[in-house]
């Protein structure tokens, strides 16, 4: 560590955060590495070391031989403002060497505000924010996550971009570089030939016209381009690498405990969510590895948590044969164990109280909409019997506290529908009053509502987002109806949501203006201490952008959108047929009752698909 990094360390909030040295962290001898590659999350080291996907790649990375992966997360604002004054680029944590030394610039992005963090860290870098102006092999800039499913408003500033899941494909690419660099390629060269690795999205190689009316014309692909770009995945979980010595932080993050990931996808098809559709098929561990794997992260790593995570996890057929394993190890080791992401229909009130003998936490449970219709606009797949008869069984086994997640603005919602969500919260509570074991400490029911955001690659990707305004006035509405001391409700402020929208289903015309709000001092977005919405309207203004066309206009069917040479596995077809029984208020049942004709299974090599 530098001189200057340690003088300035004392003067910082969590300088732990900087540092590096954990337990677990990898470090090599530079004389054995041929490629150094920069990982970057762009957000805190609390948020990104929580972050599994992250936890992975920089594990499968550093497997390879003459590879030598290091972390780097986005400082936070006395921290960067402490770099800038003392012109202090960026460093990686293992070895505290600037960014711009490394051969390989990765970044993950999960979060559309989180763009404002990509160009800052590169700015603190020192490394030119256009792709066109990186000359030479030397510090290509790539990225990977959810957000790369329309890659479009970053296309200025990444060499490319891997879609999908990445535990072969990093290796692949990786060792392209390896190879490139040994035989001295230009950076030409490199791309023509990345892009022949299944899952690689060279934007440079694609050309956007557009209409007069500002609507995509035509995505027109150059250099012997596919028109389209199939994102990867991982088929066998069993047999992919998982990260056994996770890195243990010397600091308190967000997610402070094990992950274990039972299964990826999901089998639900709720029609607003992106990672339900972008992550299908669904591929499962078995309970057999997930034991093992569980068994050895807790005894390298010392957590005294664990969690069980995926996108839906009470609904993994392994559970109950899985925690009868962990729960009796998890007991005598005096680990906790957690099953976050419950549904209210397949609720477990005995696995609950075996999970939670010591202290019964909250449930949370995300109903999204007040009313039957709109539960089945949206293909909930959940009954208000199911939610009340949950509720019942969790009062009677001591619960008292109970979070309840809705959203405003949904396709079709009407004021009835906003006043439904008060009518179930009262029905909630008078299922405590009659089936509470536990009434000496009262109820408390937090109720949270977000602002509606279309996202690519849902049957919902087409619809308007409803204004700020209307927002808030449905947001009023609701708050007007609750009248019980019981009940604590929040709400999303609009501005970051919308910004949220204007990004998921952006075009290339956006990245002057993530540029112009950067240069505004817009940073760390995804932070209620540094957001600042006039940073991005007048980013808007100053490059001619209304942001109402990319929210409340909508998409036409027929319209060219902008992640369209993206490829998820799910057919477009098959997200019309599902916005069309939104709108008849019809549910598609999940995957276990029978397939729907998705697409996704076409991307499993040993299943026949026919869809």
């Not at 590879?67 to 403002?81: I, L, Q, S, T």
């Not at 960014?99 to 505000?113: L, P, Q």
């Not at 808030?472 to 509405?477: D, F, K, Q, T, Y």
């Not at 995957?591 to 299943?607: I, P, T």
Request: aromatic share 10%.
């Amino acid at each position: 560590m530098t001189e200057l990094i340690q003088r300035i360390l004392p003067t910082v909030q969590k300088p732990a955060r900087y540092t590096g040295g954990e337990f677990n962290e990898i470090k090599k001898n530079l004389e054995d590495v041929r490629v150094r590659v920069a990982f970057c999350f762009p957000d805190t080291y609390e948020i990104g070391m929580s972050n599994l996907g992250m936890r992975i790649l920089y594990g499968v990375m550093n497997e390879m031989d003459g590879v030598w992966c290091e972390r780097v997360f986005a400082p936070w604002g006395d921290m960067d403002a402490a770099m800038r004054a003392h012109n202090l680029p960026l460093w990686a944590l293992e070895s505290q060497s600037p960014v711009k030394d490394f051969d390989m610039v990765a970044f993950t992005i999960g979060y559309e505000m989180a763009y404002s963090n990509v160009l800052n860290m590169m700015n603190l870098a020192g490394i030119p924010l256009h792709a066109k102006d990186r000359q030479g092999l030397k510090g290509i800039v790539f990225a990977g996550g959810v957000c790369t499913f329309n890659p479009e408003p970053l296309a200025d500033f990444f060499d490319f971009f891997s879609l999908g899941e990445g535990e072969e494909s990093t290796v692949e690419i990786v060792a392209l570089y390896d190879r490139a660099k040994s035989e001295n390629w230009s950076k030409e060269q490199f791309l023509q030939e990345v892009a022949k690795i299944p899952g690689v999205y060279v934007p440079s190689f694609y050309r956007h016209e557009y209409n007069e009316d500002g609507t995509l014309k035509a995505i027109v692909p150059l250099n012997g381009a596919p028109e389209k770009i199939t994102k990867r995945i991982i088929e066998n979980l069993d047999e992919a690498y998982w990260p056994v010595k996770m890195i243990v932080p010397s600091t308190e993050i967000v997610h402070d405990r094990a992950n274990l990931e039972v299964f990826r996808g999901c089998i639900r098809g709720c029609r607003f969510c992106q990672a339900g559709f972008s992550c299908r098929p669904v591929r499962k561990k078995s309970p057999e590895v997930l034991y093992r794997q569980a068994v050895e992260t807790m005894e390298d790593s010392g957590h005294n948590e664990i969690t069980l995570s995926s996108l839906s996890t009470s609904d993994y057929r392994g559970l109950k044969e899985l925690t009868d394993e962990l729960i009796p190890y998890c007991e005598a080791h005096k680990i906790n164990l957690s099953v976050p992401s419950l549904r209210a229909d397949n609720f477990s009130r005995e696995l609950m109280e075996k999970l939670q003998t010591v202290r019964k936490s909250g449930l949370t449970f995300a109903p999204e909409a007040g009313t039957q219709r709109l539960r089945d606009v949206i293909n909930k797949n959940l009954t208000e019997d199911e939610i009340l008869n949950t509720c019942a069984q969790a009062f009677e086994g001591g619960w008292n506290n109970v979070k309840l997640y809705f959203m405003l603005g949904l396709p079709t919602e009407t004021d009835e529908d906003v006043l439904g969500i008060a009518e179930l919260v009262y029905k909630v509570i008078q299922a405590w009053k009659e089936h509470a074991t536990n009434k000496k400490r009262g109820l408390r029911v937090h109720v949270a509502t977000a602002y509606f955001v279309p996202k690519p690659h849902t049957p919902f990707q087409w619809e308007k987002q409803i204004t700020p305004e209307e927002y808030l006035r449905r947001c009023r509405l609701l708050k007007s109806h609750f009248y019980s001391k019981s009940i604590e409700y929040n709400y999303h402020a609009p501005d970051l949501s919308r910004l949220e929208a204007v990004f998921a289903r952006g075009d290339r015309r956006l990245g002057p203006v993530i540029e112009a709000a950067v240069a505004r001092g817009a940073k760390l977005d995804g932070w209620d201490e540094y957001f600042n919405y006039s940073y991005w309207f007048d980013a808007l203004n100053e490059c001619g952008i209304d942001p109402e066309f990319y929210t409340t206009r909508g998409y036409g069917e027929a319209e060219v959108l902008p992640w369209d040479t993206i490829d998820v596995g799910v057919r477009k077809g098959f997200l019309l047929r599902e916005r069309n029984r939104a709108y008849e208020a019809k549910v598609t049942p999940d995957c276990r009752e029978g397939c729907a004709g998705c697409g996704a299974n076409c991307l499993l090599k040993e299943v026949e698909c026919d869809a």
